[in-house]
């Protein structure tokens, strides 16, 4: 997967460690602008997925907005070049201090989950003498048909206003002072590879702005959230079809007049730019069973044992003849593991092993769990000035 020359430099690296590819992220987000151009589509890069200074300062780079889900997310965007006009801020709990910081910098809205959230925004812009810009989220009760850990738009999830509670809102807008309704958001769920349900979210979308419409009601901004799923399985050198994901939205959604459309996308940008390296520290067998003891675990990356999820694991260090294995951490749970009865060549202590697609929710979501180091972190055009040969 890598050229002899980078892989030498990456030998003498101390594991675990994530490594991006920095020419893939451009090409990925040069494809996310273009094809959100053709629309005059606004896109806010999903922050959670990935915080990392470098990874965001390139992002802001071409001119996308920022998702922030809390106020040291926002503080990081704008220390990375994002401007706050462009700065949306999401998420079910919101403390007094990130709301007034949000409300300090005039970040472009803040999408608002609760009745009761609204009238703490309300108080704290009366606060500084402030209107701020709302947009409600809703939830739209739509199956997201993806893991259930990460479904957010069925009603039993926490997250959103319920349709009900927002048709009130326009009942009696003026109780809100301070706030200004500049738009309606949502966000169904995330891993999303199945186009129907982007589908169900736009109907269900134009039947709550209809609804709305008769209420003598138009909102200027529409956010549809992220959500957009990457290839996990064959994922070298993936660019995920923006085009396509964006045309869903341009066939089904019925826009207002001068009604703008937000995305949200998190993953779809990042996934694939990041991957894991971890050397092995032990192969071991217990009755036939040959396990790989990694110096990762699901302190550097969760995801396969919070979501079940299967990243494409490579050993690249050995190509000999192939072998079932099991592929573990050294934390002392039993979910750590990465896989379970994958083919790898015949791996030995000191091979080392690429988890792929770990650019987002990787170490974003790290943890010191059983006081561990942060792994370290490393990009393309540092180890060699040249582009990986995959
Ligand atoms: C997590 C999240 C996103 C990004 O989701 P992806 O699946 O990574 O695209 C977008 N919007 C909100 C509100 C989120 O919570």
């Given at each position: 997967m890598f050229n002899n020359r980078t892989l030498d430099q990456i030998k003498k690296l101390k594991t675990p460690f994530y490594y991006y590819d920095t020419g893939l992220l451009h090409k990925t987000l040069a494809a996310l602008k273009s094809a959100a151009d053709v629309n005059g589509y606004l896109v806010h890069y999903a922050v959670k997925a990935n915080a990392n200074e470098k990874i965001l300062r390139i992002i802001s780079e071409y001119a996308f907005g920022a998702d922030c889900v809390s106020g040291n997310e926002i503080e990081q965007a704008l220390q990375c070049g994002f401007k706050p006009k462009d700065i949306v801020f999401a998420g079910v709990g919101k403390s007094d201090d990130e709301i007034v910081y949000a409300i300090k910098n005039g970040i472009f809205s803040i999408n608002c989950e609760s009745l009761q959230e609204l009238e703490v925004i309300d108080y704290f812009s009366g606060l500084q003498h402030k209107k701020s810009r709302i947009a409600l989220r809703v939830n739209?009760?739509?199956?997201?048909?993806?893991?259930q850990n990460i479904?957010?738009?069925?009603?039993?999830?926490?997250?959103g206003i319920s349709e009900s509670d927002l048709y009130s809102i326009f009942d009696h807008p003026?109780?809100?002072?301070?706030?200004?309704?500049i738009g309606l958001h949502f966000h169904v769920g995330?891993?999303?590879?199945?186009a129907e349900v982007f589908v169900n979210l736009c109907n269900k979308i134009n039947q709550i702005q209809s609804n709305l419409y008769e209420k003598n009601v138009t909102l200027p901004h529409l956010n549809v959230g992220g959500g957009l799923g990457i290839n996990y399985e064959s994922p070298v050198n993936q660019i995920p079809d923006f085009g396509a994901y964006f045309s869903l939205f341009e066939k089904n959604l019925l826009l207002f007049e001068n009604q703008k459309l937000h995305f949200e996308p998190g993953r779809s940008v990042v996934g694939q730019s990041g991957m894991l390296i971890t050397k092995v520290l032990y192969v071991k067998e217990n009755l036939g069973q040959k396990t790989i003891i990694c110096d990762a675990g699901f302190t550097e990356l969760i995801r396969p044992a919070l979501y079940h999820s299967n990243h494409k694991i490579l050993n690249i260090t050995s190509g000999s003849h192939s072998q079932i294995y099991d592929v573990a951490g050294p934390i002392c749970e039993s979910t750590d593991y990465f896989a379970r009865g994958v083919l790898l060549p015949e791996t030995q202590r000191g091979d080392l092993i690429a988890i792929l697609s770990?650019?987002?929710?990787g170490e974003a979501m790290a943890s010191q769990y059983n006081l561990r180091s942060l792994a370290a972190k490393y990009f393309s055009e540092d180890i060699v000035k040249q582009e990986l040969v995959y």
């Open positions: 739209p009760n739509i199956d997201a048909h993806t893991h479904t957010t738009g069925l009603s039993i999830n926490k997250f003026n109780n809100y002072e301070n706030l200004e309704f995330s891993q999303i590879t199945n770990a650019g987002a929710y």
